[in-house]
């Protein structure tokens, strides 16, 4: 499963009562009152612990979780900036 699919999952299970119609990669969660800001945190533990990385709390911020496709480019930059750490 994509990252951007394993989110779409994730974000339809807890929010949408599991109905991912009409939630892609690109529509804005925020201005669709999909995820408040209290929710982003919820997402960031998703995060975290699904995808093995540490988002440090300058990352949480709006311009990172506006879109499925915005939380995945910021999960794949951690991800690759862990394995440089290594």
Same mark, same amino acid.
């Given at each position: ?14 929010? &949408? ?5 009409? *939630?892609?990669?690109? @529509?804005? &969660?925020?201005?669709?009152? =999909? =995820? ?6 919820? &997402? @960031? ?7 093995? =990385? ?19 480019? *910021?999960?794949?930059? *951690? ?5 440089? @750490?290594?």
């Amino acid at each position: 499963m994509s990252t951007q699919q394993s989110i779409i999952t994730y974000i339809a299970g807890v929010w &949408l009562d599991g109905d991912a119609d009409g *939630l892609d990669a690109q @529509v804005p &969660l925020a201005d669709l009152n =999909i =995820i408040d800001s209290a929710g982003i945190f919820d &997402l @960031v533990h998703y995060l975290q612990g699904d995808f093995r =990385i540490t988002v440090p709390i300058q990352e949480i911020n709006p311009a990172n979780f506006r879109t499925v496709d915005t939380i995945a480019a *910021l999960v794949e930059r *951690l991800q690759r900036k862990g394995e440089s @750490v290594r």
